[in-house]
């Protein structure tokens, strides 16, 4: 069992790229991943998407991608001399023909001249060399957020196995609880039938025949069998390997649905209380169960 939220890292570097990326993962019922690329390698991001869609069943994913240029390779300066020479050169007969040639002419008077000097960006790499090391960085990322969803997973699974246990404590003491209710419901029958001076005897037909309807309308047999089989069954899930966070929060809901039965049927004060604590209980499952894969 693993949890839906977790962390990551990795980096590769090969070919003079150096590749860094970061997961993070918060619970969500469906899958969502967010891919964050530089801008000159967007076009790697379905190939990141269809990797971590393979490990990923729901939640929302955000991955974050730098590519860096290992060698020593940033903007270069252009210098067109012929043109500088041609500037200079006119430079100098303004200075003779409209001051006199008495002002002296720096090279910073060129700094400003349009196409003298020029500077270029070098190539980004192209994809299709920059996968690989993406790839590599993408598949160490996803690994240790994979182990780190895990060790989630192991402390959600024993929060998880206590609560059940209490619950199953609470249907086995609804089920100790349950053939008293009939009885119950006997002597009290009685007690108002006398109290209303209406006394019958315990094995007269009516009575019997009323105490008779109402153990088949408050029978919760089935229900308390159910219960057994929901909480076997979420036992299992535990267990497995494969995302089962959909499963359990349906077996939440059933769960839910059978106590609400028993606390209907039963009408003793006794079984609404474990009810009640079984109903928390359910409730305490159902909020973890959110954050499992």
Known sequence: MKSMTGFGRGEAADGGLSCSVELSSVNRKQSDIDVRLPREYAGLEQEVRRAAGAVLSRGRLQIGITVETLKAEGATLTVDYGLAAQYAAALKKMDREYFGGGGGMAAEALLRAPG???????????????????????????????????REGVHLRRDIEGRLTTLGKLVKGIRRE???????????????????????PLDDERLVREVALF??????????????GHLEEFRRLLKVSEPSGRAM??????????LNTVGSKAGNLGIAHSMVAGKTEVERIREQVQNVE
Do not use: Y
């Not at 996968?131 to 240790?144: D, F, H, N, T």
């Not at 349950?178 to 019958?200: Q, S």
């Not at 929060?249 to 649905?257: I, P, S, T």
């Open 116 to 150: 003298v000097f020029v500077t270029t960006e070098s190539e980004a790499v192209p994809a299709e060399q920059v996968w690989p090391v993406v790839s590599a960085a993408l598949g160490k990322a996803l690994g240790a957020w994979d182990r780190a969803r895990s």
């Open 178 to 200: 349950a053939p008293k209710v009939v009885v119950l419901h006997r002597e009290a029958l009685a007690k108002r039938l006398k109290e209303a001076g209406l006394p019958l």
């Open 215 to 228: 153990a088949d309308r408050s029978d919760i047999a089935e229900e308390l069998s159910r219960l057994d």
């Open 249 to 258: 929060d349906f077996l939440c809901q059933e769960l839910n649905r059978e």
